[in-house]
């Protein structure tokens, strides 16, 4: 990671009752892009985004938080988990390293992340990047549905990559489920409550055409055509409904297609930012 990227923390004040012991990773110069990791158990920002910082820091200034309940981020014991509240750990993430206005890259709940700003912090978004993010029409998946109802060990997170996130099934490597596995243990306890707790509200992703039409952040979604956790039929509709969208579609790709088409992803994506 060393050669990529710095490692970082910062304290986010304002969600709980003490600061939120911020990670994440920084790479590059240039105009500010942040990178949003989606809500797979045992995700983080190095997991979701070690092969895209290499190449978007060639161009921009890079950082990938880990968003509160997940990777090397705190978990405060009176948070309540929502999509509001991840937005406002990332404003707050923003306010504590002096960014105004950035451009968002987000993954799945990354992207729902993305889209949540662009509606409630318009002037804080340059331009966004949607990839597999949940939208207009989404309904619970069998692969979503798998990544909820995931309990910790090394073969059940081989079968969730295999089954659910990857149509190229060589990117499944024994490292890679290792690390995931790993992950996942650590921040279980708080993945878990986030989704089946009443307490919490983190399966409330939804969003109106009302709200969608009324987002004009210029928007590019990236979506797998094979994705089986959020089809690529939400994206068709969603850039139908923004009012500065465009779409690309991979085929023969899943739900990670920063991670099976990583160099093309990196390209379409830069050339989108750098406009």
Known sequence: MADICEARRVAVPGLTAEPIDTHYLEAGTGEPVVLLHGSGPGVSAWANWQHTIPGLAK?????????????????????????????????????????????????????????????????????????????????????????????????????????????????????????????????????QAMFTDPRHRGSELGITEEQARAIDVPALLVHGREDKVVPVEVSWTMVRLLQNADLHVFARCGHWTQIERADEFVEVVSSFLGE
């Open 59 to 191: 161009q921009f200034r890079v950082l990938a938080p880990d968003t509160v309940g997940y990777g090397a981020t705190s978990r405060p014991e009176d948070i309540v988990y929502s999509l509001s509240t991840w937005t406002d750990h990332i404003v707050g993430f923003l306010d504590a390293i002096g960014l105004e206005r950035v451009s968002l890259v987000g993954n799945s709940l990354g992207g729902r992340m993305a889209l949540d700003m662009a509606e409630r912090y318009p002037d804080r978004v340059r331009r966004m990047v949607l990839m597999g993010s949940p939208g207009v029409g989404m309904t619970p998946t069998e692969g979503l549905k798998a990544l909820r109802g995931y309990t910790p060990s090394s073969a059940n997170m081989r079968s969730l990559l295999l089954d659910y996130f990857a149509v190229d099934k060589s990117i499944i490597t024994d490292d890679l489920v290792r690390i995931r596995y790993e992950a996942s243990v650590e921040t279980f306890e708080a993945y």
